[in-house]
């Protein structure tokens, strides 16, 4: 029983040594990493002047905390809009990089000028570079335009398909005429019925 003893207490101190070598648990490794994106979010958030509270329902309800996070911040720290004002349509994207891109690029385009609405019509806009792209060319090019007008201007432009061919004969046209082969019927040649033997 004392050589049992032994080999068991020798087991277990073995396996408790081998144990303690291991790397944390999944857990403390996903909660202690910096590539936490909700941590990375809620962090940045803070630091761009949202409430705690705030930032916390806007971190934990995207799937990308990450890019919200940079959506707000880069909106409060190059535009005279504040975090908290622009966290509410930044979480409502759903390209908020892109919607950041966008209200930053029509700003700059406005000469240190407010404007008005810019964060809801690149909110409203399914392609918000696209749409920052329309407004600043025509601004660049009129001069006299105003930066609400040029949003208006593109965000009811819209995509139209060209040269839509409809697939259905529209009321009081009518139906072009349809030429198909005229059916013919082969000739079959003259059979002459042989000549009868003369006596």
């Keep these: 029983m004392g050589k049992t003893m032994y080999l ?3 087991s277990l101190a073995i396996a408790g040594w081998i ?9 403390e490794i996903v909660t202690d990493s910096l590539r936490n994106g909700y941590r990375a979010c809620t962090g940045r958030m803070l ?3 949202v409430s705690p509270e705030a930032a916390a329902r806007a971190c934990a309800g995207a799937l990308y905390p990450k890019d919200v996070a940079r959506c707000v911040t880069r909106i409060e720290g190059q535009t005279e809009i504040s975090a908290q004002d622009a966290l509410a349509t930044c979480t409502q994207a759903r390209r908020p ?6 209200v930053v690029g029509i700003s700059e385009n406005s000469q240190g000028q407010p404007v008005p609405g810019v964060l809801d019509f690149c909110g409203r806009s399914l392609l918000p570079i696209r749409y920052a792209e329309c407004v600043v060319g025509l601004r660049r090019e009129i001069n006299e335009l105003a930066p609400t007008q040029a949003m208006e201007t593109c965000i009811s432009a819209g995509d139209r398909p060209l040269d839509f061919a409809p697939n259905f004969i529209p009321q009081g046209q009518l139906q ?17 019925a042989p000549a009868p033997d003369a006596p």
């Excluded at 990089?97 to 966008?102: D, G, I, K, M, Q």
Aim: glycine share 10%; net charge negative; hydrophobic share 30%.
């Design 47 to 49: 630091n761009s002047g």
């Design 176 to 192: 072009p005429p349809v030429t198909s082969p005229a059916l013919t019927t082969p000739a079959t040649p003259e059979q002459t």
């Design 8 to 10: 068991v207490a020798g």
């Design 19 to 27: 144990g303690s070598n291991f790397p944390a648990t999944g857990a």
């Design 97 to 102: 990089v892109e919607l950041s891109r966008c």
